[in-house]
């Protein structure tokens, strides 16, 4: 009995565990970002959060209602002197696309262009949509953001008018997205890249 | 017998008290112990008060530390929804930019 708690809590745990990125491999590029902006909030630290926003305020509101399922929220983002000698190469965010190669990640956007580079993915577990993540990358400029928790894509419209493509998403048809750019896999099939 | 001796056997002489000495020597007695009860009683009341002054410090030092956390905890969470705002924005600027071109290019 003990043996099959353990066992049930180590799932548990190491499916909680899979959404979340581990971001270190950023680390590095602190020192030579000429501003960045790091924020590391696991679950206490959101509820407590947003235990402090304000229902009466109408962007605090919709801020609550967006992070209501959040369990962390990790952000990188980093930007560099376009004239310094530091130049940020896609095969810096390797460390970081390698962790998402697993099925529970699903690619719902790659636009990748020249030296700009674009992801959103999306961590399912048993099939519903437990996590984000957010990679865009520019010469100047490195974001990476791992939302783990998000539950309903429609939460994300609080932040911007993407949520109405992040809707047709969650509809499970693929969504409008140019040529040049990778949709969406349905529910359970793999994505031959990761 | 001298003069010396006389004083000391005059000043010696057993005399009586005068009356209610013993009560008064009594009532005085009983006097510093009722005094001492009440004393004891102020600084068990002075070291209560204390120590309920001291847990509410720490209650109120707490509930500011925690007002403290929360607010900053918020501040990051509104940067970093707006920066993921702010990004998810430019990501759908930039798909409407292409999704122009090739609308564009499938024109010509």
Partial sequence: MRK?????????????????????????FAAKAKSKTEINMDESMVKSASDFLN?????????????????????RSYEFDKNGPFKFRLEDLKPILDQIKGPNWTSFLRNQEDDEQTEILFHRTNG????????????????VINAVGITRLEDLSALGEFGKLAGQSQNKSAPNVPPGTTAPKPEGQKNDDN | ??????????????????PGFAERVLAKTRQPEARGHWGHSWVWLAAAALVLLMIGSIGV????????????AKEQLMVGLRITGAKLRDVQDRLATIQQRALQRSEQ
Avoid at chain 1, 55 to 75: C, H, I, N, P, T
Avoid at chain 2, 1 to 18: F, G, H, K, T, Y
């Fill in chain 1, 4 to 28: 099959m708690m353990v066992a049930v809590w180590m799932m548990i745990t190491g499916t909680c565990l899979a959404q979340q990125i581990d971001l270190k491999s950023l680390d590095q």
């Fill in chain 1, 55 to 75: 229902q009466g305020k109408k962007d605090e509101a919709a801020v609550k209602q967006s992070v209501k399922d959040l369990k962390g929220f990790f952000l």
């Fill in chain 1, 128 to 143: 519903q949509i437990d996590g984000l993540l957010l990679v865009a990358a520019e010469p100047g400029e490195i974001t």
């Fill in chain 2, 1 to 18: 017998m001298n003069q010396i001796e006389r004083d000391l056997r005059e000043a010696l002489r057993r005399r009586e008290a005068p």
């Fill in chain 2, 61 to 72: 030092v707490r509930e500011q530390r925690r007002q403290a956390e929360g607010e900053r």
